[in-house]
């Protein structure tokens, strides 16, 4: 029997714990399961040969709680193609305590979820070099690529080979015939093809078949049949010293154009890290002090000048001045920030002042969690990828399959000699390549999330991206979201602005903050409510100097069975005005209307939506009238109004139910379940940090054209996928054919060192495809752009 210790999240009672130590006990394995509730965890007792950890995390999971692991980025140094990325995957999911882990070939990196009390960084990190592969460093340390061992390669194989070959079609032989190229070449060799060899080791002593198993084949091959042929064991034909060498140089060239490309598709993580400064000015004992960015603490003040980027996130406690933020929301007007504005970490102040009380350091603030959220999704593998997944796992047999067929075929059947056999062997052999195939999806995937970034658009998962492109219609949330959510009083009707505040002061809700702030522009005296109640979906509850006062909506009125008698807020609503009705002692005794102004962008991103074929609707918690008024403004044709907060996910299923591909829009804490019932949950970023947790898709600033924005983000990189995927496909199935002697009957042969140009190139023009991304602007921000509207 073994014993685990796993973190648990969302526990909030006895009852809690008792549920998941039922469920654990119920799987077979397991002899004692107890919840320490205080810390959030579970100590369990299990036999390791009948139940193993992922099958207590589903139990936990099924129960309705949260799994709560260790995650951590481990960089991965000599992984070559797509064989690799499967290997390490395999050993480190065979770990026990490991829940997952996804390698991103392109991001060079192991994204690995796990548990503690089981094992270790140095075992995750043993398992990984044990494979041969090296770890070069855990997330937040620099980690680089060293290409220069490459250049060096590259010049000496080429500087080599190049003369061989041009000696070679002059038809000129160099003093000691063979010999001499013998010893020309061997020691560049070495030198070129040392790595190559040496990963194919690796994997063989692991078990495994990779590209570096075939690529050893392919030109070993080529240098023992030229070192036969020196011999005399061969005619001199099959001298190809100037073909093996070149091949070993092409494969490096391929590796080293594939490499710089790759580091350029997570250059957006890199650019969001730089914009962390390196030293701060903060206040100590009244004077002005430099610190390293590390030093600062929680409490401290800070000042930041013209031209300096925020050390911290913070509130502005004096000094008024214009902060570009279009690093982070991606909106290019800087904005104001005055006393009691919030400040955050990257951002740059460009003309005053500001002095800010930090809230908010190192791993806590705003931009580290923004680096966190692109990195792990930069990590996530969108469904289409599964397809990439299985060809790899079939490929290398497959190829090794039909290179041994063609070599038989040409020398056995064919007699075509061992010239032309051994030719086409080893252009097989060279010219195959899973990599595209294994990096189609992950660089697409990494530039295209780092460019959303770049404009504010945060895709948390490669999930998402499939999904997006299949979403038929939007739904946006009214308040917040197509509105500003900043109401005013616009209107009022009877004495009651001292009553209604009364209750409205006792609730967060935007109408309640802008009826509070009338009643102190006007100097009311606001008394003490008693008895307080909110009624969800439908407004206020009280008692006011001994008096039973309501304030809310006519759904409120018709459930106390109060007459609206004369009062007629059918002309408020008309104008798309919001209505609160107070009632005292059973009777209507004025009503307060307010208004929330219409976002810039709210019709604009409707009308791009309609463009792109995709249809809209508008959910709220107004009154119809007040509702298909700002629906008409924004060019919304259907409207679900007078909807309780609870009801909104209901909605959004019965959508779904009839075959629509759902997309919700919302900012606020009642819009998480329906933002996690939708297909594609879009959090406007402006909102509470729970609606951006239950939104795959984050928009860091509150233009609602962002919507459509990130739409056609994400269909641009699920088309960028489709297409890298296709042209992987495509070459193999070209040239592989090729390469076998398939135009041989025409006189033509695909000579060795065409096929290592030709498999050089291939990796590198999927990885080009996806740097395309990096410069990519929807047409929606085009069109914001153009009007010149932030």
């Given at each position: 029997?073994?014993?685990?210790?796993?973190?648990?999240?969302?526990?909030?009672?006895?009852?809690?714990?008792?549920?998941?130590?039922?469920?654990?006990?119920?799987?077979?394995?397991?002899?004692?399961?107890?919840?320490?509730?205080?810390?959030?965890?579970?100590?369990?007792?299990?036999?390791?040969?009948?139940?193993?950890?992922?099958?207590?995390?589903?139990?936990?999971?099924?129960?309705?709680?949260?799994?709560?692991?260790?995650?951590?980025?481990?960089?991965?140094?000599?992984?070559?193609?797509?064989?690799?990325?499967?290997?390490?995957?395999?050993?480190?999911?065979?770990?026990?305590?490991?829940?997952?882990?996804?390698?991103?070939?392109?991001?060079?990196?192991?994204?690995?979820?796990?548990?503690?009390?089981?094992?270790?960084?140095?075992?995750?990190?043993?398992?990984?070099?044990?494979?041969?592969?090296?770890?070069?460093?855990?997330?937040?340390?620099?980690?680089?690529?060293?290409?220069?061992?490459?250049?060096?390669?590259?010049?000496?194989?080429?500087?080599?080979?190049?003369?061989?070959?041009?000696?070679?079609?002059?038809?000129?032989?160099?003093?000691?015939?063979?010999?001499?190229?013998?010893?020309?070449?061997?020691?560049?060799?070495?030198?070129?093809?040392?790595?190559?060899?040496?990963?194919?080791?690796?994997?063989?002593?692991?078990?495994?078949?990779?590209?570096?198993?075939?690529?050893?084949?392919?030109?070993?091959?080529?240098?023992?049949?030229?070192?036969?042929?020196?011999?005399?064991?061969?005619?001199?034909?099959?001298?190809?010293?100037?073909?093996?060498?070149?091949?070993?140089?092409?494969?490096?060239?391929?590796?080293?154009?594939?490499?710089?490309?790759?580091?350029?598709?997570?250059?957006?993580?890199?650019?969001?890290?730089?914009?962390?400064?390196?030293?701060?000015?903060?206040?100590?004992?009244?004077?002005?002090?430099?610190?390293?960015?590390?030093?600062?603490?929680?409490?401290?003040?800070?000042?930041?000048?013209?031209?300096?980027?925020?050390?911290?996130?913070?509130?502005?406690?004096?000094?008024?001045?214009?902060?570009?933020?279009?690093?982070?929301?991606?909106?290019?007007?800087?904005?104001?920030?005055?006393?009691?504005?919030?400040?955050?970490?990257?951002?740059?102040?460009?003309?005053?002042?500001?002095?800010?009380?930090?809230?908010?350091?190192?791993?806590?603030?705003?931009?580290?969690?923004?680096?966190?959220?692109?990195?792990?999704?930069?990590?996530?593998?969108?469904?289409?990828?599964r397809i990439a997944d299985r060809a790899v796992s079939y490929f290398i047999p497959a190829v090794l399959l039909v290179a041994a067929s063609a070599f038989l075929f040409w020398y056995l059947?064919?007699?075509?000699?061992?010239?032309?056999?051994?030719?086409?062997?080893?252009?097989?052999?060279?010219?195959?390549?899973?990599?595209?195939?294994?990096?189609?999806?992950?660089?697409?995937?990494?530039?295209?999330?780092?460019?959303?970034?770049?404009?504010?658009?945060?895709?948390?998962?490669?999930?998402?991206?499939?999904?997006?492109?299949?979403?038929?219609?939007?739904?946006?949330?009214?308040?917040?979201?197509?509105?500003?959510?900043?109401?005013?009083?616009?209107?009022?009707?009877?004495?009651?602005?001292?009553?209604?505040?009364?209750?409205?002061?006792?609730?967060?809700?935007?109408?309640?903050?802008?009826?509070?702030?009338?009643?102190?522009?006007?100097?009311?005296?606001?008394?003490?409510?008693?008895?307080?109640?909110?009624?969800?979906?439908?407004?206020?509850?009280?008692?006011?100097?001994?008096?039973?006062?309501?304030?809310?909506?006519?759904?409120?009125?018709?459930?106390?069975?109060?007459?609206?008698?004369?009062?007629?807020?059918?002309?408020?609503?008309?104008?798309?005005?919001?209505?609160?009705?107070?009632?005292?002692?059973?009777?209507?005794?004025?009503?307060?209307?307010?208004?929330?102004?219409?976002?810039?962008?709210?019709?604009?991103?409707?009308?791009?939506?309609?463009?792109?074929?995709?249809?809209?609707?508008?959910?709220?918690?107004?009154?119809?009238?007040?509702?298909?008024?700002?629906?008409?403004?924004?060019?919304?044709?259907?409207?679900?109004?007078?909807?309780?907060?609870?009801?909104?996910?209901?909605?959004?299923?019965?959508?779904?139910?009839?075959?629509?591909?759902?997309?919700?829009?919302?900012?606020?804490?009642?819009?998480?379940?329906?933002?996690?019932?939708?297909?594609?949950?879009?959090?406007?970023?402006?909102?509470?940090?729970?609606?951006?947790?239950?939104?795959?898709?984050?928009?860091?600033?509150?233009?609602?054209?962002?919507?459509?924005?990130?739409?056609?983000?994400?269909?641009?990189?699920?088309?960028?996928?489709?297409q890298n995927i296709f042209w992987a496909f495509a070459y193999n199935v070209v040239l592989i054919p090729l390469a076998a002697g398939a135009l041989y009957p025409l006189g033509i042969v695909?000579?060795?060192?065409?096929?290592?140009?030709?498999?050089?190139?291939?990796?590198?023009?999927?990885?080009?495809?996806?740097?395309?991304?990096?410069?990519?602007?929807?047409?929606?921000?085009?069109?914001?752009?153009?009007?010149?509207?932030?």
């Amino acid at each position: 029997m073994k014993r685990i210790t796993i973190r648990i999240g969302g526990m909030g009672c006895a009852a809690c714990a008792l549920k998941i130590e039922e469920a654990l006990r119920k799987l077979d394995g397991i002899r004692d399961a107890a919840v320490n509730l205080v810390e959030g965890k579970v100590s369990v007792e299990y036999d390791p040969r009948r139940v193993d950890l992922s099958d207590m995390e589903a139990a936990i999971e099924e129960a309705g709680y949260t799994v709560l692991n260790e995650n951590i980025a481990m960089a991965v140094g000599g992984m070559s193609c797509a064989m690799c990325v499967q290997k390490i995957e395999s050993a480190l999911r065979g770990l026990e305590g490991v829940s997952n882990a996804t390698v991103n070939l392109a991001a060079e990196k192991a994204y690995i979820s796990y548990n503690p009390s089981l094992t270790s960084v140095e075992d995750l990190k043993r398992t990984v070099e044990d494979l041969g592969y090296t770890v070069t460093g855990l997330e937040g340390e620099e980690i680089s690529e060293d290409l220069k061992p490459k250049i060096r390669r590259i010049i000496v194989g080429f500087g080599v080979s190049v003369p061989l070959m041009a000696m070679m079609y002059l038809g000129l032989q160099p003093p000691g015939g063979g010999i001499s190229m013998l010893l020309v070449s061997i020691i560049p060799f070495i030198y070129v093809s040392g790595p190559i060899f040496r990963g194919a080791l690796r994997s063989l002593r692991s078990g495994t078949l990779d590209m570096d198993v075939m690529y050893s084949m392919g030109i070993g091959v080529a240098f023992l049949s030229s070192i036969l042929g020196t011999a005399g064991i061969l005619p001199s034909d099959f001298m190809f010293y100037d073909t093996a060498l070149m091949l070993a140089s092409f494969l490096t060239l391929g590796r080293y154009l594939e490499a710089g490309a790759r580091g350029k598709t997570s250059e957006a993580v890199r650019r969001l890290m730089e914009l962390q400064p390196d030293t701060a000015t903060v206040l100590r004992d009244g004077r002005e002090v430099e610190v390293r960015i590390h030093e600062i603490d929680v409490g401290d003040e800070v000042i930041v000048r013209p031209g300096d980027r925020v050390p911290a996130d913070g509130k502005v406690v004096e000094g008024s001045s214009y902060v570009d933020e279009s690093m982070i929301t991606g909106e290019p007007l800087p904005a104001l920030k005055r006393p009691g504005s919030e400040v955050v970490a990257g951002t740059i102040n460009t003309d005053g002042i500001l002095r800010f009380r930090v809230e908010r350091t190192g791993d806590e603030t705003f931009l580290s969690g923004i680096i966190k959220l692109v990195d792990e999704a930069q990590a996530s593998k969108p469904p289409i990828q599964r397809i990439a997944d299985r060809a790899v796992s079939y490929f290398i047999p497959a190829v090794l399959l039909v290179a041994a067929s063609a070599f038989l075929f040409w020398y056995l059947v064919e007699g075509a000699g061992l010239l032309l056999s051994i030719t086409v062997l080893i252009s097989v052999l060279v010219v195959a390549c899973p990599c595209a195939l294994g990096l189609a999806t992950p660089t697409a995937v990494t530039a295209g999330i780092g460019r959303g970034a770049e404009l504010g658009i945060l895709i948390k998962k490669g999930e998402a991206l499939e999904v997006s492109d299949r979403i038929s219609c939007v739904i946006f949330d009214k308040t917040g979201t197509l509105t500003l959510g900043r109401p005013r009083v616009t209107d009022m009707v009877g004495d009651v602005l001292g009553l209604a505040a009364a209750l409205e002061r006792k609730s967060r809700h935007p109408i309640a903050a802008a009826v509070t702030e009338r009643a102190e522009e006007e100097g009311v005296d606001v008394l003490e409510a008693e008895d307080f109640r909110a009624i969800p979906g439908m407004g206020l509850e009280g008692r006011v100097d001994s008096h039973h006062v309501l304030a809310g909506n006519r759904a409120l009125m018709e459930k106390y069975g109060i007459p609206l008698e004369h009062w007629d807020p059918e002309k408020f609503e008309s104008d798309g005005k919001t209505v609160v009705i107070v009632a005292v002692d059973g009777e209507v005794k004025g009503i307060i209307a307010v208004s929330d102004e219409i976002k810039p962008g709210s019709a604009r991103a409707v009308r791009e939506l309609e463009r792109m074929g995709i249809g809209t609707a508008m959910i709220t918690g107004d009154n119809r009238k007040t509702a298909e008024a700002v629906a008409r403004e924004v060019g919304i044709g259907t409207v679900i109004a007078e909807v309780l907060p609870q009801d909104k996910a209901t909605r959004v299923a019965e959508l779904r139910e009839r075959g629509e591909g759902v997309a919700f829009v919302g900012d606020g804490i009642n819009d998480a379940p329906a933002l996690a019932e939708a297909d594609l949950g879009v959090a406007v970023g402006s909102g509470t940090d729970i609606a951006r947790e239950a939104g795959e898709v984050v928009l860091m600033g509150d233009d609602p054209l962002d919507v459509p924005a990130a739409l056609q983000l994400a269909g641009k990189v699920i088309s960028r996928i489709r297409q890298n995927i296709f042209w992987a496909f495509a070459y193999n199935v070209v040239l592989i054919p090729l390469a076998a002697g398939a135009l041989y009957p025409l006189g033509i042969v695909f000579r060795p060192e065409y096929a290592g140009l030709a498999m050089a190139l291939s990796s590198v023009t999927v990885v080009s495809l996806s740097l395309t991304l990096r410069g990519y602007t929807p047409p929606a921000r085009r069109l914001r752009e153009r009007q010149g509207e932030g």
